[in-house]
């Protein structure tokens, strides 16, 4: 059992991530502005702004583990980064590891091919400054962490979102920085995709890299 603080553990990848952990019996800490209609039995609510540092540090305070699962949109639009920079100087002070709910834009289609942000021509436009904004925090502010901070960046599949179905089909699979469904993009459902993240968290395995979950 660990203590598992989710930043953002309210919203669509979030929650899923909180209920997931908790059912496995983890002892779960959510910081959101905003309190859930459901909360999840067991799990401490803590309510903050992000962008709030001391907010950030009482969240985190006393956690073994600390997961970003913020999304670069609304009132984090123009600061998703320096609030995540924030994070992981907090994280990386409280030495333990940070595990980051990422975007599929960074994943390659093939080993060796340019990732798919390269090219965002068939993304809506109106997307594009989110999906360059999250794209940032694996190709430059996780690098840029001193060696000292332990991170993951965990990408889900293309198909994944508060607009699609979620069931638990109780299996996925696990890429590197390549997509495993490179064909199409693939797809992943929030319960499939909580499941991975939290065997990632358990197993440890993953230092400073990213990977990627698609069914
Ligand atoms: N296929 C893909 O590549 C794909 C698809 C979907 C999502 N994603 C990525 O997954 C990540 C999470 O996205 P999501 O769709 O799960 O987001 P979401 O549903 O909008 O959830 C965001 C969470 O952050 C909290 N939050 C927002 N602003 C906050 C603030 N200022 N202070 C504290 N908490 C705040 C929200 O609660 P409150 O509003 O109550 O604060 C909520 O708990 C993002 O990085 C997103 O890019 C990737």
Redesign the pocket.
């Known amino acids: 059992m660990s203590r598992i603080t989710v930043?953002?553990?309210?919203?669509?990848?979030?929650s899923a991530i909180v209920a997931e952990s908790a059912g496995r019996g983890h002892q779960v800490t959510v910081?959101?502005?905003?309190l859930p209609e459901a909360p999840v039995s067991g799990v401490t609510y803590l309510q903050?702004?992000?962008?709030d540092e001391a907010s950030l540090a009482r969240a985190i305070e006393g956690a073994e583990v600390v997961v970003a699962?913020?999304?670069?949109?609304?009132?984090?639009s123009h600061t998703f980064r320096d609030v995540n920079r924030t994070l992981a100087r907090l994280v990386d002070a409280a030495g333990v590891p940070l595990y980051v709910?990422?975007?599929?834009?960074t994943l390659r289609p093939a080993p060796g091919a340019d990732r798919f942000v390269t090219d965002l021509s068939g993304y809506p436009e109106q997307f594009h400054d989110?999906i360059r904004m999250?794209a940032a925090i694996i190709l430059e502010d996780l690098p840029a962490t001193p060696e000292s901070l332990d991170w993951v960046f965990v990408?889900?599949?293309?198909?994944?979102?508060?607009f699609l179905p979620g069931e638990r089909t109780g299996s996925y699979r696990l890429g590197d920085e390549v997509a495993v469904a490179p064909e199409d993009g693939g797809a992943i459902s929030a319960p499939d995709y909580a499941l991975g993240f939290v065997d990632l968290i358990e197993k440890g395995e993953y230092h400073r890299a990213q990977v990627n979950i698609g069914h």
């Open positions: 930043i953002g553990g309210t919203g669509y990848a979030g910081l959101s502005r905003s903050g702004d992000a962008s699962a913020l999304a670069p949109r609304g009132s984090l709910v990422g975007g599929y834009s989110e999250g990408s889900p599949a293309l198909r994944f979102g508060a």
